[in-house]
């Protein structure tokens, strides 16, 4: 169909009028071929592929956001997005460092600006010199800029107590989620029964669901420990592993440390205990340890898979297959748009390794400003340079915030009836359990948390996730709300779903 105003010149309206006469003929019966895509012919996997962090909560809260601006009349004026880990859309500021090195890389003309201190033009200097052209827009090597994966190697040594870390062994990545993706479509193949299984946490991140149902790949659900500050338990995972041998070739265990969406820390024993495990049963070991400087509980403290890996000594660190992945995206950074990240393989087949070049050729590379990124983050502002005083400030502060921010979800859910909260060890989100009454859980047609987290935003302005898009035991209810507001903000969002969620239980009672 073509309104007049789309119609400009003979040219197009003899394209109007060819079109016309195809449509009627096809309406006719003298011509019709239906569309080479459609819903019923398209890939299967992907309308299995479900990502419940931008799911329909989310294209609802859009909506409402637009619908404010119109001057719709709503009990609230703005729509909080609790839902995702975007630290600077919630209002942190990025680390001055960062953003002045990269706008020297961007806009070398700015190395002759006396304003910009001499660490940070000697830092873009050096990532400039390394890249085609002097120039951030040019390509990289696939794997990565040379010079940035031997500072990610150094970083990863230096992090772990001296433990060598090989360059070769490093490659860069489209935040993590991108290698991610990467190592599993390596490690899934095989049909039917033989098809791989690759193990994962519930409550998981909807990456790992969705890249699974993308491969065709079988996920082998793993459940942590909710009555014990979400733990991991070995013999839930011996369970797991048992039960999906009937059905899939497992091959792969999955990790999240510090959790999300569950917010634990895991002990070294436990480490060492998945570790063994791994071993045992000869799965790869994938660790995603992207929120390895989010650590607040007391008590607490991240240790990386690869060095307690190779603390256990040479019966493990030689024959034990890992990737693990780091991101710029969380920690203290939070700088999710530039898209920085990497992974280090430990023990991949050399023949493996080939291919892996290969098929990371393929997408040519990572996006360079986000390389140039994660090279500062990896070689931050040393003490005897002039930009350490306030990039430790700047640090300190965001984290110091957000462990306080911790404390205070935990606080004020664990005084709402119905509401149970774990103490949010580290990342950045909580996952408290909701009792709902029964007359709301009957709801025909709805999932009882996607109901409550649907109401609360069409009440509240106050977007969160459903627990059941992150799985969880049946006949429990959760959602998963990030920390990241300011603190004020925060106070704000958490006596709205403290008024929420007792209206809301008055209601179905």
Known sequence: IFTPWLIRGSFLQRCARDITNMSQQAVNGVSHRGRVLTL????????????A???PIVQRAVQIEKELKEGAKKPFTEVIKANIGDAHAMGQKPITFFRQVLALCSYPALLEDSKFPEDAKQRARRILEACGGHSIGAYSASQGIECIRQDVARYIEKRD???????????????????IVTILKLLVCGEGRDRTGVMISIPQYPLYSAALADLGAVQINYYLDEDNCWSLNITELRRALSAAREHCNPRVLCIINPGNPTGQVQSRQC????????????????????????????????????KVLFEMGPEYSNT??????????????????????YMEVINLDPEVKAQLIKLVSVRLCPPVPGQALLDLVVNPPQPDEPSYATFMKERTAVLSAL?????????????VPGI????????MYTFPRITLPQKAIDKLGLVPDMFYCMRLLDEEGICLVP?????????????RMTILPPTEKLKVVLQKIREFQLRFTQEFS
């Open 320 to 341: 034990v297959e890992m990737a693990s992945f780091h991101s710029t995206s969380k920690c203290y950074m939070g700088e999710c748009g530039f898209r920085g990240g």
């Open 467 to 479: 627990g059941s898009g992150f799985g969880q035991r049946e006949g429990t209810y959760h959602f």
């Open 420 to 427: 149970t909260c774990n103490p949010v060890q580290g990342a």
């Open 271 to 306: 480490i060492e205990d998945v570790i063994r495990f791994a071993k045992e049963e000869h799965l790869f070991l994938m660790a995603d340890e992207v929120y390895q400087d989010n650590v607040y509980a007391e008590g607490c403290q991240f240790h990386s898979f690869k």
């Open 403 to 415: 462990a306080e921010k911790a404390r205070l979800t935990e606080q004020i859910f664990n005084t």
């Open 161 to 179: 107590g001296g433990i060598p870390s090989n360059p070769d062994n490093i490659y860069l990545s489209t935040g993590a989620s991108d290698a």
């Open 40 to 51: 019923d012919s398209m890939n299967p996997n992907v309308k299995r592929v479900e990502y």
């Open 53 to 55: 962090v931008r799911g």
